[in-house]
């Protein structure tokens, strides 16, 4: 395998800077911090919990608001732990969701373990094999530059896999990390203040 | 084999179950919008309902715990959902449920029961009896029915609390209102 040269921080804010009025969930550990880096948004539902369920909201969310974009960023980690939600959102085929694995090959929150993925497993082959419309694999610039659009514009489900460096970045959090605090939010500026339950 | 258990759920054209539709007619009128299940005899003709209705979005899962990632996506995108699913699928789903409680999002499961009323196999007993214990470990509130009149009544009641209180709740439909699962 190529090194990675990629920085997660850098990767995760050129994704987020043409985001308009998409909506974004991000996984538990890392891919939380780097979009709170980015930049704090109702819009997105930082999980920080529930390791394994960012596809699911996802997905739930993307049929639940079809004129809408739904991207999930995530990690590899938390993407291994819910390789069945890849297949269930393959086959549901949501022609408005991205799914975006931000891959170190590592499982950076708990001591920088290697994770499948540094060992081989190849996350957008088995996107690909899950019935994605499309799905690939980003180790460069020039392909990250392509990338950013793409996961706002063509007919998905659309996966991408990012290699990222190993550096170690200081955590950034939401507002507030409790949960009601962060769905409310999130459905009043979406739905409007007061939607109904 | 089993000594035959009635209710069975081979039924012939005088039995066929109407509770599932009295269930189905009741999500309708609760306005659900989403439905979310991993595929179970005891909610066969219910999950066919539901997937003959273009205007549910009804999504198969491989395994429980997906499915309350759905129910919080369908939350946040102002939709309501229901799951089902089989009580041996309950224990899987016990993080996840960390995520419907923290956020208060409602939750609305029907969990059709194994391990008890007539089962005849023993690793079903485990899971099943384990059910209710397991989801009240994370703040379930749990309801039960045995009788089939009262499972459309039960779900309407139990969905107006989900919904009203932004609770998570699980109504365990009793292995006798499905009939036994026969082994011959």
């Not at chain 1, 960023?73 to 991205?98: F, K, Y």
């Not at chain 1, 290699?163 to 769905?183: F, Q």
Request: overall charge neutral.
């Amino acid at each position: 395998m190529p090194a990675a040269t990629l920085n997660r921080r850098a990767v995760t804010a050129q994704l987020l800077r043409k985001r308009d009025n998409a909506l974004v969930v991000t996984g538990l550990g890392s891919t939380t911090y780097d979009a709170c880096a980015a930049g704090d948004h109702p819009l997105t539902f930082p999980l920080l919990g529930a390791m394994g369920s960012a596809v699911m909201i996802g997905l739930g969310l993307a049929k639940a608001r079809p004129d809408r974009r739904v991207l999930v960023i995530t990690g590899d980690g938390e993407m291994l732990m819910g390789l069945g939600s890849l297949a269930t959102a393959g086959v549901s085929r949501p022609q408005n969701l991205a799914v975006v694995v931000i891959d170190n090959g590592l499982y950076a929150e708990t001591g920088m373990q290697r994770a499948h993925t540094g060992h081989g497993v190849d996350l957008a082959t088995i996107a690909k094999g899950a019935c994605f419309a499309s799905a690939a694999v980003i180790w460069t610039q020039p392909e990250l530059d392509a990338l950013e659009d793409r996961i706002y514009s063509v007919a998905g489900p659309v996966f991408a896999t990012i290699k990222v460096t190993a550096e170690p970045t200081p955590i950034a959090l939401p507002p507030s990390l409790d949960g009601t605090y962060l769905r409310t939010r999130f459905r009043d500026a979406l739905l409007g203040p007061g939607a109904p339950d | 084999m089993p000594e035959s258990v009635a209710p069975t759920t081979r039924h012939n054209a005088m039995n066929t179950p109407t509770w599932p539709d009295e269930l189905y007619e009741a999500l309708m009128a609760a306005d659900v919008r989403q439905v979310g299940y991993v595929p179970d005899a005891g909610h066969r003709r219910l999950i066919e309902r539901c997937h003959a209705n273009p205007q549910l979005a009804t999504t198969s899962l491989t395994t429980e715990e997906e499915g309350i990632g759905l129910m919080v996506g369908a939350y946040l995108g102002g939709q309501r959902g229901v799951l089902l699913m089989q009580s041996s699928g309950v224990g899987n789903c016990i993080n996840m449920l960390s995520l419907t409680a923290e956020c208060r999002i409602p939750l609305v499961m029907l969990v059709t029961m194994r391990g008890e009323w007539g089962e005849f196999v023993p690793w079903q007993v485990w899971m099943g009896q384990g059910t209710p214990s397991a989801f009240e470990s994370m703040g379930v509130l749990v309801y039960r029915v045995d009788e089939r009149d009262q499972v459309a009544d039960t779900v309407k009641a139990c969905t107006a609390l989900a919904f009203n209180t932004r609770r998570q709740v699980a109504v365990l439909i009793g292995q006798k209102v499905i009939g036994t699962k026969p082994f011959k």
